[in-house]
């Protein structure tokens, strides 16, 4: 048995089946889609929307379930392999951007979650032959939790608070994939695009594991 099974729990996030971390019957819950927000010009996508064992296996990673990043990974991966199909420009080299963590968040989760399954995602593409790149260039500073805020108040708590890290972006012009774990508003996906588009690094879509109605 690997040791991980030993020291972790082995149960499905999504229904809690036994001897697995996500069952069949979960994963097959989730399914490409293509969402609409007010607030974002930019392709957006999500597996599935924020409810059922989506939003569980969502809400068990971030609250420090950490051996879920893989699986978080390779559903992104699969997503972006199906969108590659068309063979859009951004296929022939991937670049991930994933979305920030408040340093609050990110202390209390052992750095930035979206970061830790981007990773995974980067290695599921290259073991399909993609060749793909994690930037961890962005960063949101002076915000409160957004639970519970409205639209306005979301759009207000993000004004001006994503900003990218130098050094850290992919090369300018280059073509950038946001991930994140959930659309809500899409304040936040619309402020890492703002943010990377004054650093020229245009944001071409948008994938997000799950999406509120």
Known sequence: MPLLDLILPRTCAGCEAPNTRWCPPCARTTSLRSIERSTLTTPTYALAPYAGPARRLVLHYKDNRRELAPIL???LAQALIRLAEDAPPWAEDVWLVPAPSRSVAAARRGGNHMLRAAVHTAGELARHGMTAHVAPALRVAGTRDSVGLTRSQRAANLRGAVSVKRGTTPPPGTPAILVDDVVTTGATAAACVR???????????????????
């Open 195 to 213: 943010a990377l588009d004054k650093a020229d690094i245009p944001v071409v879509a948008i994938l997000a594991f799950t999406a509120t109605v």
């Open 73 to 75: 990974g390779k559903c």
